[in-house]
C-alpha cells in the first residue's frame, strides 16, 4: 500500500492548513487505497486570527503542531521526523498557514523564503524524484523547493501568479476543477479554494491530484 506524508501548517484557513483542503485530502488518500500520516513543523504561527471575526488576537499564541493535531486527531508528528525513504509521495493542502507559517509568502510575496524544516523535507521528496502535490497557495513554495521552470498554478489570480513567476516558476492558469502536472519533477498543483466555492468544487481538483500523485508514486 502507498504512503503519503501530508505536510500541515497549523488549523484554520486563515491562519493555518484550509481544513476542508485538508480532510479532503486525507479523505481522497484513503478512497483511492492509499495511506497517510501528517507532519507539521513545532514552531509557533505567524499570528493567531480570530476566525469569527477575521481580526489578529494580539495577545494569543498557537503552536503549528499543536495546532495541526487538530485536523489529525492527534496524529501528527515533527516535520523533522520526516522520513522520505517512508514514504511514495507528498502532499501539501493549502490555507493561509502555507504562506505565514510553513513560508512567509503572503508577507514577502517572491522575496519570500521556507521555514527551514519544511524545506529540509520538501526538497528531500524533490531530490529523491518522489511525487508531490501542492494545493491552493501552497503552490507558492514550489519555486523555492525545485527552481526555476517548474510548471505549476495557483488559479487565476494575477497577483499571486505574477509573484510566482517572479520566484521562477512557469505559471499556468488553471480551474478548479483541473491540476497541472509538471511531469519532469513528478509535481501536481491546483487551485482548490483559490478558485472554489464550496467543497464540491474543492474536492473536484483535489481528487485529480491525489490520483495522479498516487500514479506517479
Known amino acids: 500500500m502507498k504512503k503519503i506524508a501530508v505536510i500541515l501548517s497549523g488549523c484554520g484557513v486563515f491562519d493555518g492548513s484550509e481544513i476542508h483542503e485538508a480532510v479532503l485530502t486525507m479523505l481522497a488518500i484513503n ?3 492509499a495511506q497517510y500520516s501528517c507532519f507539521a513543523p513545532d514552531i509557533n504561527q505567524y499570528h493567531v486570527i480570530n476566525h469569527l471575526t477575521g481580526e489578529v488576537s494580539e495577545d494569543e499564541s498557537r503552536n503549528v503542531l499543536v495546532e495541526s493535531a487538530r485536523i489529525a486527531r492527534g496524529e501528527v508528528a515533527d516535520v523533522k521526523t520526516l522520513v522520505v ?3 511514495d509521495g507528498l502532499i501539501l493542502p493549502g490555507g493561509f498557514g502555507a504562506a505565514k507559517n ?3 509568502f503572503a508577507v514577502n510575496g517572491d522575496k519570500c523564503r521556507l521555514q527551514a524544516d519544511v524545506l529540509t523535507a520538501c526538497q528531500a521528496f524533490a531530490r529523491a ?3 508531490a502535490g501542492y494545493i491552493c497557495i501552497a503552490p507558492a513554495m514550489i519555486p523555492l523547493v525545485y527552481g526555476k ?5 495557483i488559479g487565476t489570480d494575477s497577483d499571486t501568479a505574477a509573484a510566482v513567476t517572479a520566484m521562477g516558476a512557469e505559471h499556468l492558469n488553471c480551474p ?4 497541472v502536472i509538471d511531469k519532469d519533477h ?14 464540491v468544487e474543492a474536492a473536484s481538483g483535489i481528487n485529480l491530484l491525489v490520483k495522479e500523485v498516487l500514479a506517479m508514486a
Open 129 to 131: 524524484n518522489k511525487a
Open 176 to 179: 478548479v476543477n483541473d491540476i
Open 186 to 199: 513528478k509535481l501536481v498543483s491546483t487551485p482548490a479554494y483559490m478558485l472554489a466555492n464550496n467543497m
Open 85 to 87: 525513504d517512508d514514504f
Open 149 to 153: 521552470g517548474t510548471k505549476m498554478t
Open 31 to 33: 478512497q483511492q487505497g
Open 102 to 104: 510553513l513560508s512567509d
